[in-house]
């Protein structure tokens, strides 16, 4: 794993790390992935992957609205708000 | 050096169901901002979202409208990447196997018909709005949007032209409209589309690099956006440089498309099964009970109104085009039997009538009753033609029953032959010149006549008795 | 007579007799809080409320119910609405939920009084309570020692007679590993049983949620009332929910128990093993038959839980942006620095390493190599499982492979040496399947826990083979000390 993996995947999930910390998570990253590696030897040709351990199928619901009317608890919870929208440093596409 | 176009679409269509594709928030327009949130679509720790069954009905239809593959067991995958309006930080879509393959729809340039091939189309919720020049140094989010259903359509790159490109949204809008499946409200965002769009030399089989014009929603943009990139993109390659792949926004106020703000890093979406929803399955049962309910389609109407009403088809094209028309035909039919007269009145007042005032039928006050109701007016002989066209302005301002106006105004047709006979003497005694004039041969003088009997009748005579007795009289 | 370490039947026992009102429980209960403060078992404690119940169950003096009156405490994983909710995170430390988790809308429809929300490994990773951002949890047993995770802060309120039960959530081990250094009986319920729904997800294919309790039979009264479809949670079983009460006595002669060859349990440390084979014989001496099983792919589990777990949360913790709630970073120039500066300040360590690693299992060109052959592996392992239950009812390992250990004496060199803690643990986890686990001695003084995993749906058995093993041994009377305390 070398820094530039670690910086891309750092930034795909909006992570920073600190400088002081960087090398031990990089070993810690490649000792992970050793770990999970091991994996590579077990012969799964044909096997389905188990993605939920259900065998079950999805439940739908008939499209009748039922609001939950919480507008007011959504925009207090976040760290800027009006009382319309949530606030966030200004976008520029 | 001949350059051709490749163009391939895909569009994005908000489905008409009443609640979200995972929540049972409205999905109504126009609420205050962010009053159509449940807590899924709020994207609070701890939330799961539930499938609503009819968006998958409404997908389905359109798959089985454009005659592609259903596949009756699909399942749904994260995307993820981080942007202010996508509240879970991932959005649920179709990646690996959609509720529809394949499939395909005809559209006509020119009296010449192509077919354009459908890759696939899947369910997908919606993200919800950023509005950036509102709140000083913010952006404002609203997730009214975030989880409304969306079907993405994706086209074959098989489009070649700008104007090929609209005919195509044209077909897919009164394809979605007609099958109820979306409002097509393009204005209010139910239907648009990303272009991709690349040149190559004509007869290369490879194709060029493409570009992406995103989310373009009139028929216009479309048409103006897509011509714009490809004069941009042939004028780059003739210069012998190479076109750079990327994401662009169509710029109206300036006619341009630019390319949006590049990210540092490409995106990558991890894609992989949503562990949160089970595969989906849609029974046979289910997929019979769609079928045995298919709505009638365009074309289907167009011979039904040609056989059963007897319509030119012309007319049967026209009608049966809009939905809103056709459905506004069909209800009129219930009421009155005069057909041809019916689709008269739709293809000519009616129509030059919503033309003017930028609305359809079913916007307006007009409703089929009332129509039906002059429609019969006319052909019993209450009211001429001619009345008929002032009670019509009326009823378009008030949506009044022709009846009611008829009577408020005192506006019956005379048909009566004495009242009329009295009148025409009265007439003839009052001109004896042009009496005189027009036995003597000017014939052209038996409007005047006419005239003045309308003048005193104020319009009411039943032309067809006036002419006769008229005749008569001036022997 | 006080209410530490009492069971909830004898608790309930206690209030029907009327020896004691529901509010002097549950200010006893509150007071045996305060007075063990040292463990930091809890995060945030619900007395205006709790006691206002207490109160009003009082007036009322109406039929009660098994949980009428009965405190539980409530791990910070689970929304409660108005209570804050933190997830052991610095993410979430002011974050109130505008909801309340259904499994525990469920205990307090019932009439259970919520004493407070306790500590946890954050966003549940973790094998030892020791990533918590509001401080480790002691383990009643010993102090500056683990009480094991992640739900240490339930295990540890339960062991020191805080409360009777507490609720849990296990993906890896979390309720059975932190039960079994505790000295008491933690169950995982078949993946599906009780609904997700206001469980703050760590790994939706893996997560459940559970009881801890002093007995088999308690766990059974909980797990009565939590579990149950639920409209929220599609992934929630609309299987009938049996009363896991009702055979929880019969006689287990002829019970057929697996153990798996795989293990090697002789590779343990000899008084582990000890306590195993003690196990075994008083199985034994109730009727029981052993058998050896053979799970080809069980070794493969530690592995596979790594490549799932970690992917699921990469992308479940996503919506921790700062944007809607939670800890927003200050002096942001735009959106992107707003991400990655929220996040890396409210985030620890253990839980950026599980979302980078995630994010690169998913990652362009890898997700075949790692989350997809996972998921295939996966497969494998339940499918080992489904064979195994042709021929044993039940399958029976030590819960861990030690007991409690000292503070920072593991992982902090490499943190695969905690996830190995897991080992005995997780398969269960990625087939889908119920376990418990229940003391069944010391080792070192500290407690040691007996694992038994059951079939899809048959939690009855767990509990019946549990319980009789209960009324037959003392193990689970065991009580701390709490003298450092």
């Given at each position: 794993m070398?820094q530039e993996?670690?910086?891309?995947i750092?930034?795909?999930?909006?992570?920073e790390?600190?400088?002081?910390?960087?090398?031990?998570?990089?070993?810690?990253?490649?000792t992970i992935?050793?770990?999970?590696?091991s994996?590579?030897?077990?012969?799964?040709?044909?096997?389905?992957?188990?993605?939920?351990?259900l065998?079950?199928?999805?439940?739908?619901?008939?499209?009748?609205?039922?609001?939950?009317n919480?507008?007011?608890?959504?925009l207090?919870?976040?760290?800027?708000?009006?009382?319309?929208?949530?606030?966030?440093?200004?976008?520029?596409e | 050096?001949?350059?051709?176009?490749?163009?391939g679409?895909?569009?994005?269509?908000?489905?008409?169901?009443?609640?979200?594709?995972?929540?049972r928030?409205?999905?109504?327009?126009?609420?205050?901002?962010?009053?159509?949130?449940?807590?899924?679509?709020?994207?609070?720790?701890?939330?799961l979202p539930?499938?609503?069954?009819?968006?998958?009905?409404?997908?389905?239809r359109?798959g089985?409208?454009?005659g592609?593959?259903?596949?009756?067991?699909?399942?749904?995958?994260r995307?993820?990447?981080?942007?202010?309006?996508?509240?879970?930080g991932?959005?649920?879509t179709?990646?690996?196997?959609?509720?529809?393959l394949?499939?395909s729809?005809?559209?006509?340039?020119?009296?010449?018909?192509?077919?354009?091939n459908?890759?696939?189309?899947?369910?997908?919720e919606?993200a919800?709005?950023?509005?950036?020049?509102?709140?000083?140094?913010?952006?404002?989010?609203?997730?009214?949007?975030a989880?409304?259903?969306?079907?993405?359509?994706v086209?074959?790159?098989?489009?070649?032209s700008?104007k090929?490109?609209?005919?195509y949204?044209k077909?897919?809008?009164?394809?979605?409209?007609?099958?109820?499946?979306?409002?097509?409200?393009?204005?209010?965002?139910?239907?648009?589309?990303d272009?991709?769009?690349?040149?190559?030399?004509?007869?290369?089989?490879?194709?060029?690099?493409?570009?992406?014009?995103?989310?373009?929603?009139?028929?216009?943009?479309?048409?103006?956006?897509?011509n714009?990139?490809?004069?941009?993109?042939?004028?780059?390659?003739e210069?012998?440089?190479?076109v750079?792949?990327?994401?662009?926004?169509?710029?109206?106020?300036k006619?341009?498309?630019?390319p949006?703000r590049?990210k540092?890093?490409?995106?990558?979406y991890?894609?992989?099964?949503?562990?949160?929803?089970?595969?989906?399955?849609?029974s046979?049962?289910?997929?019979k009970?769609?079928?045995?309910?298919f709505?009638?389609?365009?074309?289907?109407?167009?011979?039904?109104?040609?056989?059963?009403?007897g319509?030119?088809a012309?007319d049967?094209?026209?009608i049966?085009?809009?939905?809103?028309?056709?459905?506004?035909?069909e209800?009129?039919?219930?009421?009155?039997?005069?057909?041809s007269l019916?689709?008269?009145?739709?293809i000519?007042?009616i129509?030059?009538y919503?033309?003017?005032?930028q609305?359809?039928?079913?916007e307006?006050?007009?409703?089929?009753?009332?129509?039906?109701?002059?429609?019969?007016?006319?052909?019993?002989?209450?009211?001429?033609?001619?009345?008929?066209?002032?009670i019509f302005?009326?009823?378009?301002?008030?949506?009044?029953?022709?009846?009611?106006?008829?009577?408020?105004?005192?506006?019956?047709?005379i048909?009566?032959?004495e009242?009329?006979?009295?009148?025409?003497?009265?007439?003839?005694?009052?001109n004896?010149?042009?009496?005189?004039?027009?036995?003597?041969?000017?014939?052209?003088l038996?409007?005047?006549f006419?005239?003045?009997?309308?003048?005193?009748?104020?319009?009411?005579?039943?032309?067809k008795?006036?002419?006769?007795?008229?005749?008569d009289?001036?022997k | 007579?006080?209410?530490?370490?009492?069971s909830?039947?004898?608790?309930?026992a206690m209030?029907?007799?009327?020896?004691?009102?529901?509010s002097?429980?549950?200010q006893?209960?509150?007071?045996l809080a305060k007075?063990y403060?040292?463990?930091?078992?809890?995060?945030t404690?619900?007395?205006?409320?709790?006691?206002?119940?207490?109160n009003?169950?009082?007036?009322n003096?109406?039929g009660s119910?098994?949980?009428?009156?009965?405190?539980?405490?409530q791990?910070?994983?689970?929304?409660?609405?108005?209570?804050?909710?933190?997830c052991?995170?610095?993410?979430?430390?002011?974050?109130?939920?505008?909801?309340t988790?259904?499994?525990v809308q469920?205990?307090?429809?019932?009439?259970?009084i919520?004493?407070?929300?306790?500590?946890?490994?954050?966003?549940a990773m973790?094998?030892?309570?020791?990533?918590?951002?509001?401080?480790?949890?002691?383990?009643?047993?010993?102090?500056?020692?683990?009480?094991?995770?992640?739900s240490?802060?339930?295990a540890?309120?339960v062991a020191?007679?805080i409360?009777?039960?507490?609720?849990?959530?296990d993906?890896?081990?979390?309720?059975?590993?932190?039960?079994?250094?505790?000295g008491?009986?933690?169950?995982k319920?078949?993946?599906?049983?009780?609904?997700r729904?206001?469980?703050?997800a760590f790994?939706s294919?893996?997560?459940?949620?559970?009881?801890?309790?002093?007995?088999?039979?308690?766990c059974?009264i909980?797990?009565?009332?939590?579990?149950?479809?639920?409209?929220?949670?599609t992934?929630?079983?609309?299987?009938?929910v049996?009363?896991?009460?009702?055979?929880?006595n019969q006689?287990?002669?002829?019970?057929?128990?697996?153990?798996?060859?795989?293990?090697?349990?002789?590779?343990?440390?000899?008084?582990v093993?000890?306590?195993?084979?003690?196990?075994?014989?008083?199985?034994e001496?109730?009727?029981?038959?052993?058998?050896?099983?053979?799970?080809?792919?069980?070794?493969?589990?530690?592995?596979?839980?790594?490549?799932?777990?970690?992917?699921?949360?990469?992308?479940?913790?996503?919506r921790?942006?700062?944007?809607?709630?939670?800890?927003?970073?200050?002096?942001?120039?735009?959106?992107?620095?707003?991400?990655?500066?929220?996040?890396?300040?409210?985030?620890?360590?253990?839980v950026?390493?599980?979302?980078?690693?995630?994010?690169?299992?998913?990652?362009?060109g890898?997700y075949?190599?790692?989350y997809?052959?996972?998921?295939?592996?996966?497969?494998?392992?339940?499918?080992?499982?489904?064979?195994?239950?042709?021929?044993?009812?039940?399958?029976?390992?030590p819960?861990?492979?030690?007991t409690a250990?000292?503070?920072?004496?593991?992982?902090?060199?490499n943190?695969?040496?905690?996830?190995?803690?897991d080992?005995?643990?997780?398969?269960?986890?990625?087939a889908?399947?119920?376990?418990?686990?229940?003391?069944h001695?010391q080792?070192?003084?500290?407690?040691a826990?007996l694992?038994?995993?059951?079939n899809?749906l048959?939690?009855?058995q767990?509990?019946?083979?549990?319980?009789?093993?209960?009324?037959?041994?003392?193990?689970h009377?065991?009580?701390p000390?709490?003298?450092?305390f």
């Amino acid at each position: 794993m070398d820094q530039e993996t670690v910086r891309t995947i750092c930034y795909l999930a909006r992570l920073e790390i600190d400088q002081s910390k960087s090398e031990k998570i990089q070993k810690d990253l490649e000792t992970i992935i050793d770990l999970i590696s091991s994996l590579q030897t077990i012969d799964t040709s044909d096997v389905e992957p188990l993605y939920s351990p259900l065998e079950m199928t999805a439940f739908m619901h008939e499209d009748i609205e039922k609001s939950d009317n919480k507008k007011e608890k959504f925009l207090e919870n976040a760290a800027a708000s009006n009382e319309d929208y949530f606030l966030v440093p200004r976008v520029v596409e | 050096m001949t350059w051709e176009t490749v163009i391939g679409l895909e569009t994005h269509v908000q489905l008409s169901t009443k609640t979200k594709l995972f929540s049972r928030a409205s999905t109504a327009f126009g609420a205050s901002p962010n009053t159509n949130v449940n807590l899924i679509d709020c994207g609070l720790p701890g939330v799961l979202p539930s499938v609503n069954k009819e968006a998958f009905y409404k997908a389905i239809r359109f798959g089985m409208a454009v005659g592609a593959q259903i596949n009756q067991t699909s399942l749904f995958d994260r995307k993820n990447y981080f942007y202010a309006d996508l509240p879970k930080g991932y959005q649920i879509t179709q990646m690996d196997l959609p509720i529809v393959l394949g499939g395909s729809i005809e559209i006509i340039l020119d009296k010449l018909a192509k077919t354009i091939n459908i890759t696939r189309a899947h369910l997908e919720e919606d993200a919800g709005k950023s509005i950036h020049d509102e709140f000083d140094g913010f952006s404002a989010i609203d997730l009214n949007r975030a989880g409304t259903p969306l079907l993405e359509i994706v086209s074959e790159p098989e489009i070649s032209s700008a104007k090929e490109a609209v005919a195509y949204m044209k077909a897919m809008h009164q394809l979605v409209t007609y099958l109820d499946v979306s409002d097509g409200n393009m204005a209010q965002g139910s239907l648009r589309c990303d272009a991709n769009v690349s040149i190559r030399k004509k007869g290369a089989k490879e194709l060029g690099t493409r570009t992406e014009i995103k989310n373009i929603n009139s028929f216009k943009f479309i048409e103006k956006a897509i011509n714009f990139e490809i004069k941009r993109q042939i004028k780059i390659l003739e210069n012998g440089e190479k076109v750079t792949q990327e994401t662009r926004l169509y710029d109206s106020s300036k006619d341009e498309t630019r390319p949006m703000r590049s990210k540092e890093f490409a995106n990558d979406y991890r894609y992989f099964p949503e562990p949160d929803l089970l595969p989906v399955i849609i029974s046979d049962e289910e997929i019979k009970k769609i079928r045995d309910e298919f709505p009638e389609l365009p074309n289907e109407k167009e011979t039904r109104y040609q056989k059963e009403f007897g319509l030119s088809a012309y007319d049967a094209q026209i009608i049966a085009s809009s939905k809103p028309m056709a459905d506004f035909f069909e209800a009129a039919l219930q009421k009155t039997k005069n057909y041809s007269l019916l689709s008269n009145w739709l293809i000519g007042e009616i129509s030059a009538y919503l033309n003017k005032e930028q609305i359809e039928i079913h916007e307006s006050k007009l409703s089929a009753d009332i129509v039906a109701m002059l429609i019969n007016r006319i052909d019993d002989q209450t009211i001429s033609g001619k009345i008929g066209k002032s009670i019509f302005e009326e009823m378009c301002a008030n949506g009044s029953s022709p009846d009611e106006i008829i009577k408020s105004q005192g506006l019956e047709q005379i048909s009566d032959d004495e009242a009329i006979e009295e009148i025409i003497l009265t007439v003839i005694n009052e001109n004896p010149a042009q009496v005189e004039a027009y036995l003597a041969g000017k014939e052209k003088l038996f409007g005047f006549f006419v005239g003045q009997v309308m003048k005193l009748t104020e319009g009411k005579a039943n032309p067809k008795t006036v002419n006769n007795i008229l005749k008569d009289k001036l022997k | 007579m006080s209410i530490q370490f009492k069971s909830i039947v004898e608790l309930r026992a206690m209030l029907d007799e009327k020896s004691i009102s529901t509010s002097e429980l549950i200010q006893e209960s509150f007071e045996l809080a305060k007075k063990y403060k040292e463990l930091n078992c809890f995060i945030t404690m619900n007395e205006e409320s709790g006691t206002k119940k207490a109160n009003a169950i009082d007036q009322n003096e109406k039929g009660s119910s098994w949980l009428s009156g009965i405190p539980l405490a409530q791990k910070d994983l689970f929304c409660t609405e108005g209570l804050r909710t933190t997830c052991s995170s610095k993410i979430l430390s002011n974050f109130i939920p505008p909801y309340t988790a259904t499994a525990v809308q469920k205990l307090e429809d019932a009439g259970s009084i919520t004493i407070g929300k306790t500590n946890m490994d954050e966003f549940a990773m973790g094998s030892s309570n020791e990533t918590s951002f509001f401080g480790n949890v002691h383990n009643p047993w010993k102090k500056g020692y683990v009480p094991g995770g992640s739900s240490g802060g339930s295990a540890a309120a339960v062991a020191a007679g805080i409360v009777p039960a507490a609720t849990g959530t296990d993906t890896g081990g979390s309720i059975r590993q932190p039960a079994a250094h505790c000295g008491i009986t933690g169950l995982k319920p078949t993946y599906g049983r009780i609904s997700r729904w206001g469980m703050i997800a760590f790994a939706s294919s893996l997560d459940q949620a559970g009881p801890l309790a002093r007995t088999a039979e308690d766990c059974a009264i909980l797990l009565n009332t939590m579990s149950g479809h639920d409209l929220n949670d599609t992934t929630s079983l609309s299987s009938d929910v049996p009363d896991f009460l009702e055979n929880i006595n019969q006689p287990i002669d002829g019970l057929k128990i697996g153990v798996i060859k795989e293990f090697n349990l002789s590779d343990l440390d000899p008084q582990v093993q000890a306590c195993f084979e003690e196990s075994k014989k008083a199985y034994e001496a109730l009727g029981a038959q052993f058998i050896e099983i053979s799970l080809p792919n069980i070794s493969a589990s530690v592995p596979t839980y790594y490549s799932i777990a970690p992917a699921e949360c990469s992308s479940n913790l996503s919506r921790f942006d700062g944007v809607r709630f939670g800890h927003r970073a200050e002096n942001t120039n735009d959106l992107n620095d707003l991400y990655i500066k929220s996040r890396s300040e409210g985030f620890g360590d253990e839980v950026k390493r599980r979302i980078l690693i995630g994010t690169y299992a998913l990652s362009a060109g890898y997700y075949d190599a790692y989350y997809k052959k996972a998921q295939q592996v996966r497969r494998l392992i339940k499918n080992d499982f489904d064979h195994a239950f042709q021929s044993v009812d039940v399958l029976m390992t030590p819960t861990s492979p030690n007991t409690a250990f000292e503070f920072g004496s593991k992982g902090t060199q490499n943190p695969v040496e905690l996830y190995l803690e897991d080992l005995f643990t997780i398969s269960s986890n990625l087939a889908g399947l119920p376990a418990i686990s229940i003391p069944h001695g010391q080792v070192n003084s500290l407690p040691a826990g007996l694992q038994l995993i059951g079939n899809f749906l048959r939690e009855d058995q767990l509990l019946n083979a549990a319980h009789i093993f209960q009324k037959n041994s003392d193990h689970h009377l065991a009580q701390p000390d709490l003298g450092d305390f």
